[in-house]
């Protein structure tokens, strides 16, 4: 079965340090891998994804992400942390069949401390 | 994102209420979608559109039903509602050849 796991509710990091929210997928086939933000009493935002190329693909917000194949991983990462980066991060997956959905992990709260 | 938008935004009802949730887009998508978020569980998917015709069923659909009036519009009703349909409904749309989802703001229902 096509899956997302998000193995942490909750991550907190003082404001200016590195930041990473993890992500594992399976899926048969090539993974079209996204990550969303979700701001309070807002919907979810677009901040980058994965098709093909290079492994690090670099997003909105300075955010980015690296897609390891042999560990079907796709973490997210910032270098310097900022208080409003404080929301919820959902990883993603495409299943690329005639259903074409999209299969959300569980969310992940990540909280910046100043 | 403003060019999805959602009606209501919070509405509260009873038990065995018929409730519609309304969702309009201006991005030009065929395709939509309706979602609910549940704490803990992450968005869960009700039903998708590819288009007018094209109406699928997602991960949760029992208790739900769904109208796409026109390329631009796609509602959700529930026939009547229980309390555990309390949630966060989300609409979202996207193109046929695009990958991103856009998303509408949301519409927290309550059901007493």
């Known amino acids: 079965a096509q899956s997302v796991a998000q193995p942490e509710d909750q991550v907190n990091v003082a404001e200016g340090n590195p930041l990473t929210v993890k992500c594992t997928y399976s899926?048969?086939?090539?993974?079209?891998l996204f990550w969303y933000v979700q701001y309070p009493n807002r919907g979810l935002q677009f901040l980058l994804k994965y098709i093909t190329g290079d492994n690090l693909v670099k997003g909105s917000y300075g955010f980015e992400a690296e897609f390891n194949k042999s560990q079907t991983s796709f973490h997210l990462k910032k270098p310097s942390a900022l208080v409003s980066d404080s929301a919820l991060y959902f990883c993603?997956?495409?299943?690329?069949?005639?259903?074409?959905?999209?299969?959300f992990g569980k969310g992940t709260r990540l909280h910046i401390l100043p | 994102d403003a060019d999805v938008t959602q009606t209501p935004r919070n509405r509260i009802t009873k038990t065995g209420k018929r409730i519609m949730l309304e969702c309009s887009q201006t991005?030009?998508?065929?395709?939509m979608y309706w979602y609910r978020q549940d704490p803990g569980l992450g968005l869960r998917l009700i039903y998708y559109?590819?288009?007018?015709?094209?109406?699928n069923k997602g991960e949760i659909s029992d208790g739900y039903s769904v109208s796409r009036q026109a390329q631009a519009k796609f509602s959700l009703s529930l026939e009547s509602a229980i309390p555990n349909q309390t949630a966060l409904y989300f609409c979202?749309?996207?193109?046929?050849?695009?990958?991103?989802?856009?998303f509408g703001p949301g519409t927290r229902l309550t059901v007493l």
């Open positions: 993603a997956v495409r299943v690329t069949n005639r259903d074409d959905k999209i299969i």
């Open positions: 991005k030009g998508h065929d395709r």
């Open positions: 979202a749309t996207r193109g046929t050849f695009t990958d991103t989802q856009y």
């Open positions: 899926v048969s086939g090539n993974p079209y």
């Open positions: 559109s590819f288009d007018v015709k094209d109406i």
